[in-house]
């Protein structure tokens, strides 16, 4: 099939829309799942869950449901702990045509136990897969039970796949973190103090993010849920702030402590060093009664923009003029890799993601070029499509993209999972920049024929 | 020490798998399906599962995997799956233009009962199914076997339902695949072609998952079998199914609808069920074997008579899938090894059989294969026992690193390494490259650890 002559899918028009100089007005159609038949990116609830809760270190993280959901979901989020290292593991209850038939209850409860003797987690995390719902299991009943005899908190969540987005996965992960906030003591616990929420420490990420804080001479109470520590989340409610990145994931979270603890929320990016500024800043501004913060935060803008602008500078004189496609998760991760990607001289011809929502994709409306194309739920055939016909030089993706971008002879960075190096911070900038100078500039795409077969 | 909460000892579990030697049917369809020319895979069950399906296939393989989903809602899980699949497979034609879907099902299609043969039915009935195209279809709950029996049942699909008989025999043989990768297909025909033997090979994932860099993205990559010869299947003079798990199904299948006599051969990994194999494809295509393969099989056993002594008493773990773990466990045998451990998540009383007998000549082996035969329960054995290597997917390697084992890559997952694509395991040449790898890392090992007086220039 050739992919340059494909038209969109019947029924996504509303979820394509392509910025044109006096161009009809369409409002992006999100929030729906995805159209039967259709090759989509996108995953299920129970993998909006699992990659919510699973850099929570020290709990056990065990799938309720066939081998699958857990096999594919082992150690496949580079999410780094600093001590324990249980989420890396695989647990699963591995449930048979029998337990199908007759219940699966007790294979939980006996797995619960045996896991927990063996391993001395802090706490549990119980994933329902898509039949529990319909085999009818009270993992409730079985939680509750275990969580008595074994003295830890185990927390269903309720991540049936085919219950609603990727998205409803993310709530499910809140409502089991919110059954943990507040059980723990706010005992000395500073005024000037932040929970740094929708950060997974990914490649070390959440690290750079908290010594920034608290160079600034913030507390950070919790991360969540990168390097997360149950003990530390269950005392979360006693910080000051939330600052909330990956909006996609936790401000529901953040929503429910603002309204159970009266904490209020930010929402900021660590991506680029405009949005890794504004974070800091945005920070110091929410404590005026201690203008220290604000002056401690431009002295770090102002050093670490300093150690990395020179070598920047090369980056962008080679990419200057260079066009990327990006298509991410989040919708704000997409804005913010605009804002970088002008950094570095480079102009964005497709922006879309995963779980946007519709006023993320007006802001991106806003903030993109004319002819940028924007899209929700894309698909290996647009998203070919669009890249040979905006002549991309670069995709920006997850791992479904990458070998596409590969075989289009187009650079390509990894900004989900599956990046190996950290991306956020000012570090993170000078690291991404020159990852995608790295891979824009090749030397293997001089013998790639590029651009669908045209040199 | 990742695996630092292992105990060494060894307790019967009674629900629980930690670390699992296996994953679910559905992916198994997936990429057996992938096999067929033009073929799109279809996951009838929730978004994510066609999602970790091709992630986890895109990362074994660094290529792009189509496969489309019914996107499963809470409304299809009351009302059934039917209105999902007719409507996608509308899509599916209209915008992807397939010649053929391949759907499987999933644990969720299959709890609330949807009827994969109805609902084909269905839509052929109503015309949603182009003229000269096709739907096929394999049940694949995922709370039954592995990934394996999966691709066991999709290949017994794709002949059962496109094989037929005309009544005239064809001067052909069909060599039915049982999972291994592209490369190995590809090894496969070349030795069916130097051996003068005409083949029908499938299915034939080369030139699909190791598709060359052209510029552009090839939904439908030139390999894979086409389905006039699929169709073809059911006039062969016979069937070799080359796996007892993974292929003879089919073959079955086959013999039942068309009257097609089939043979079961091993995996053809190592030197025995390499020459096996060879035998088998030789008398069924009524051809002497050329001077070039037995040069060929000549050069393997000089290899392993040279380095006889690096081989000799080492203890091995090995773990996968059935149909390799078998030849595997001979030919490490045959190279004075000693198979210690072995493991398998693929349940099934034939594969235990088998193993029990070629573990005639490793008295003292610990095998298992079926729930709990996990990586959890592979490292306590090697706390017990030590070993001086372990071949398997990548998974394998918390437990290389923790334990500091050489360590071969062979099976799926290999999420690390590449080669699998490219270079075969099967076949003399293929069993000659894992002889270089296992001695690469055994004598990698020795000059690194060994002490400076005893340090070999000649080995």
Redesign the interface.
């Known amino acids: ?1 050739d ?1 340059q002559k ?1 038209s969109l ?3 996504r028009e509303k979820q394509v829309y392509e910025k044109t100089a006096g161009g009809v007005e369409v409002d992006i159609a999100c929030d729906k ?15 909006g869950s699992r990659v919510v809760l699973y850099p929570v270190a020290d709990a056990i993280h ?1 799938v309720h ?10 150690d496949i989020r580079g999410a780094v702990s600093s001590g324990p ?2 989420h ?10 029998m ?2 038939i007759y219940g699966g209850e ?6 619960l136990i ?2 927990i003797d ?2 001395q987690p802090n706490a549990a995390f119980i994933y329902s ?3 529990i ?3 009818g299991d009270d993992i409730d009943a079985v939680c509750k039970k275990v969580a008595k005899e074994k003295g830890i908190p185990v927390l269903p969540v309720h991540s049936e ?5 990727k998205k409803d996965g993310y709530k499910a992960a809140c409502m089991a973190l919110m059954k943990l906030i507040g059980q723990g003591s706010t005992e000395g616990i500073s005024k000037y103090s932040i929970n740094i929420l929708g950060e997974f420490n990914l490649a070390g990420e959440a690290w750079i993010i908290r010594e920034y804080y608290e160079k600034m001479g913030i507390e950070v109470v919790a991360t969540m849920t990168g390097d997360g520590r149950i003990d530390d989340i269950r005392r979360s409610h006693g910080a000051s702030l939330n600052v909330v990145q990956c909006s996609g994931s936790m401000t529901t979270l953040a929503k429910e402590m603002e309204e159970k603890y009266g904490i209020p929320y930010i929402r900021v990016s660590y991506f680029g060093f405009e949005d890794m500024s504004k974070s800091l800043y945005d920070v110091a501004q929410h404590f005026p009664d201690k203008p220290e913060l604000m002056e401690k935060a431009k002295e770090i803008v102002r050093d670490e923009i300093r150690k990395y602008y020179p070598e920047m500078q090369k980056f962008k004189a080679a990419l200057t003029g260079k066009k990327a496609a990006i298509y991410v998760g989040g919708a704000f991760k997409t804005f913010s890799l605009i804002k970088a990607l002008r950094t570095i001289g480079m102009s964005v011809v497709l922006a879309g993601s995963q779980t946007g929502n519709k006023q993320d994709y007006k802001n991106l409306k806003e903030m993109c070029d004319e002819g940028t194309v924007i899209v929700d739920d894309s698909n ?2 647009e998203l ?1 499509k669009f890249v040979l016909e905006k002549e991309a030089d670069l995709l920006i993706g997850g ?2 993209e ?3 971008a ?4 187009v650079g390509f960075c990894d900004h989900n999972h599956e990046r190996k190096i950290p991306l956020a911070g000012f570090i993170g900038m000078y690291y991404f920049a020159k990852e995608v100078y790295e891979s824009v500039m090749s030397p293997v795409w001089q013998f ?7 040199k | 020490m990742l695996l630092r909460h292992t105990t060494k000892e060894v307790k019967e579990r009674e629900g629980l798998t930690i670390n699992p030697a296996k994953t679910c049917q559905p992916i198994g369809a997936m990429y057996a399906a992938l096999g067929i020319h033009g073929c799109l895979p279809h996951s009838h069950g929730s978004q994510g599962c066609c999602s970790y399906h091709r992630s986890t296939l895109t990362r074994h393989y660094k290529e792009p995997v189509m496969a489309a989903t019914s996107s499963f809602t809470e409304g299809a899980s009351v009302f059934g799956g039917q209105a999902n699949l007719l409507s996608a497979i509308e899509t599916i034609f209209t915008v992807y233009d397939p010649e053929v879907i391949a759907v499987h099902s999933t644990c969720l299609s299959e709890t609330i009962g949807d009827d994969l043969q109805q609902i084909t039915k269905k839509a052929s009935d109503d015309g949603k199914i182009p003229e000269g195209k096709y739907v096929i279809y394999a049940s694949t709950p995922s709370f039954v076997g592995s990934h394996i029996t999966g691709y066991a049942n999709m290949v017994t699909g794709m002949t059962e339902q496109f094989a037929v008989s005309t009544g005239e025999k064809k001067d052909q043989v069909n060599v039915i695949a049982g999972w291994m990768e592209p490369s190995d297909m590809r090894e496969i025909k070349s030795l069916a072609s130097r051996l003068g033997v005409k083949i029908v090979l499938f299915p034939d994932t080369s030139d699909v998952l190791d598709a060359p860099q052209t510029g552009k993205h090839e939904f439908y990559p030139k390999g894979g079998i086409t389905i006039d010869e699929l169709k073809s299947a059911g006039d062969s003079k016979c069937s070799l199914a080359v796996g007892c798990i993974s292929a003879e199904p089919a073959a079955i299948a086959l013999e039942k609808k068309c009257k097609v006599p089939f043979e079961t051969v091993d995996m053809p990994i190592g030197l025995s069920a390499t020459d096996r194999f060879i035998m088998a494809l030789s008398k069924a295509g009524s051809v002497k074997v050329p001077d070039e393969i037995t040069a060929e099989r000549g050069r393997l056993v000089d290899v392993m008579a040279d380095m006889e002594q690096y081989f000799y008493g080492k203890k091995v773990a090995l773990f996968g899938d059935p149909d390799q773990l078998i030849p595997l466990t001979e030919f490490l045998l045959d190279l004075g090894m000693i198979p210690a451990h072995i493991v398998s998540g693929t349940p099934g009383l034939r594969f235990e059989k088998r193993m029990k007998e070629i573990l005639e000549r490793a008295p003292g082996a610990n095998f298992r294969n079926g729930p709990q035969a996990d990586m959890f329960l592979m490292h306590q054995w090697i706390k017990n026992e030590p070993v001086d290597l372990l071949i398997g997917n990548t998974y394998g390697k918390y437990i290389a690193r923790d334990e500091d084992i050489p360590f071969v890559r062979f099976g799926f997952p290999i999420l690390d390494r590449i080669g699998h694509s490219y270079f075969p395991n099967v076949g003399y040449s293929g069993s000659l490259r894992l002889v270089e790898k296992i001695l690469g890392v055994l004598m990698d090992r020795q000059d690194r650890t060994s002490l400076e007086e005893k340090f070999e220039l000649v080995m």
């Not at chain 1, 890396?88 to 045509?97: H, N, V």
């Open positions: 099939m992919t494909i899918l019947e029924g799942t995805s159209l039967s038949g259709s090759v989509s990116q996108r995953a299920c609830v129970f993998c065990i449901g066939p081998i699958g959901c857990a096999a594919y979901t082992w290292e249980l890396r593991l695989s647990f699963s209850t591995d449930l048979q045509e337990d199908v007790k294979k939980l409860y006996k797995s045996e896991l063996q391993y897969t898509c039949i719902g319909l085999i796949g085919f219950k609603g987005t290996p055939v070919s791992v479904k990458r070998p596409i590969f075989k289009l002879g790639a024929p590029r651009k669908g077969g045209a």
